[in-house]
């Protein structure tokens, strides 16, 4: 069942059947603005429409639904990553992407084009009426499933372009359609693994950290503390949407029941291999 949007605009969604230590994080599926942010914004419908195109991962909401019946505890933005990106470091000086105007709080299009004029004030408006509400509620969520378990994985659930946008680092050729993206400290080998064995298994093409790396971990356990595993899971747009109008493909389903069949497997063979090394387990 789904919890109603917050004020700040996300919702968490329970289990549907009886819970399991798993958060899943969909950060990116939304393209609502509310009407005071947009007003700030410097595009015209037609220049917004074709960034929110080209950024938001559509359907990830949908694509990754079923992880409700999973056991996991859902964590949906349901505003655009263009009033604030919530999987971006709130400083832009510890951001990468602040480089290109996309930390927190974007201030470029995709191809460097302005997006929006802000100030330190304005923009500290938007980090506390947004950003700051989000990741409490993250963090909570973490807490609360640590606090009953003792563990908690986090499935940071994306989908990425076929084609290499402007902003963003790795501009090489021949994505592949699934891309594991691993933490040093908080994601274990074995379910990277176990994740790439089983996705190859349903056919995708899957890569580790390429084109995106890392995954997301709340700042409080963040390098500190390993009960927090954290995987983020990025499936190439191509395989279940038109990329140029975001509309699903007749094949969306298929795809979706793919990637469950895939995580199920890898988080049991995960959760048996970390058990057979006398370790605590990841489910």
Do not use: K
Not at 232 to 248: F, H, I, N, S
Request: proline content about 7%.
């Amino acid at each position: 069942m789904a919890a109603g949007v917050e004020p700040a605009g996300f919702r968490i969604n329970t289990p549907s059947v009886g819970r399991r230590p798993i958060v899943a994080h969909v950060p990116h599926s939304s393209t609502r603005i509310p009407p005071e942010v947009r007003a700030r914004l410097l595009l015209d419908d037609a220049d917004l429409s074709r960034e929110l195109v080209s950024l938001t991962d559509w359907h990830t909401d949908r694509l990754y639904g079923w992880t409700a019946d999973l056991g996991a505890s859902l964590l949906v933005n349901g505003l655009s990553r263009l009033v604030i990106d919530p999987e971006r470091f709130a400083d832009d000086a510890d951001e990468p992407m602040a480089r290109v105007g996309q930390g927190a709080v974007y201030t470029r299009t995709t191809d460097g084009r302005p997006l929006r004029a802000l100030d330190a004030v304005g923009r500290q408006a938007l980090i506390d009426r947004y950003f700051v509400p989000y990741h409490a509620a993250l963090t909570a969520l973490v807490a609360e499933t640590l606090e009953t378990f003792g563990r908690c994985l986090v499935l940071d659930c994306h989908s990425f372009a076929t084609h290499p946008l402007p902003s963003e680092a790795d501009q090489r050729p021949g994505r592949p359609d699934i891309c594991l993206g691993t933490d040093a400290v908080h994601t274990p080998a074995a379910l990277t693994e176990a994740l790439r064995e089983s996705f190859s298994a349903e056919g995708f093409a899957v890569e580790r950290d390429r084109p995106f790396a890392g995954s997301l971990v709340p700042l409080r356990w963040y390098g500190r503390d390993r009960r927090v595993a954290s995987v983020m899971l990025e499936t190439r747009r191509g395989l279940y949407c038109d990329e140029a109008t975001g509309e699903p493909l007749p094949d969306f389903d298929r795809v979706a029941s793919a990637i469950e069949r895939g995580v199920r497997r890898a988080l049991e063979a995960a959760g048996l291999r970390q058990a057979g090394r006398r370790s605590p387990r990841l489910i």
